[in-house]
């Protein structure tokens, strides 16, 4: 009896050491797999999320694009100020978005073809086409994000009406605005061109010109400059706008917002051909057809560009 009793103290003894000395149990299976879980979700915690909505497109890894820089060739206006606002989108993503401004319609194209920026905004559809054409460039469109009515705007001629014989009336000297213009003044019975000119017109394709108008080839940018020396003039929205002319207030006539040409002459983003569906590419175009651009081109322009998408 006495035996039993000491042998039950020791293990006592036994017990309480272990236990002074910090040993402790181990923890339960279920304890043991809460462990990795908590750890994940701290992890989780300290990274940035993708941005996703409006403006961002969810194929692009922007993660990777973080710290880039994407380079525009642009017109100033409406262009550039249209980018800027892109700009806000993608620094949203820690991109940063270059724009080089150029007043003319040639440099833009060459830049992107050398490599110089990554892409450029400030052209339509047909005007890409025939560049390419003539100078063996290799420049695509990804999309069209805006249109520029073309206006009839007054200089020494303050209406239609007034138009005298021989008036002066001036209009792009590149090929596609140029068949534009000639294409308006037809419209307001100015003109008449020989049936099937087209897309392709020049003052070559004058079929009737009752007033002897005289038609004076200009470059496109320098026409609101001359707009006083000119009886009217037929100028590029871009170059109205910047000029400060409003083509729903100040022209004297317009092309139709909702009209085939719209949709031909929309204004594109143009990347070189092999480039059309890079991550920056993608990422550049989802932020040109964001709500908030929509927006901005509509309470901005007053109906002088229009949003077409």
Known sequence: MKKKLISSLLAAALTLSLAACGSAPAASGSEAASEPAASSDAAASTESAAP???GFDASVDYAALAGTTITVAASPVPHAEIL?????????????LDVMEFTDYIQPNQATENGEVD???????????????ENGTHLVSVGAIHYEPLGLYPGKAASL?????????????DPTNEARALQLLAAQGLITLREGAGREATKNDLEENPKNLEIVEMEAAQLPRQLASLDMAVINGNYASEA?????????AAEDAASEAAQTYANVLVVKEGSEDTPATKALLAALKSQAVKDFITETYDGAVVAIF
């Open 52 to 54: 996703t909505g409006d």
């Open 84 to 96: 800027a606002v892109a700009a806000d989108i993608l620094a949203q993503a820690d991109i940063t």
């Open 119 to 133: 892409a450029n905004y400030f052209q339509h559809g047909p005007y890409l086409e025939n560049f390419n054409a």
């Open 161 to 173: 009406d007034a138009l005298a014989e021989g008036a002066q009336i001036g209009v792009p000297n």
């Open 244 to 252: 400060g002319f409003s083509s729903a207030s100040d022209a004297l």
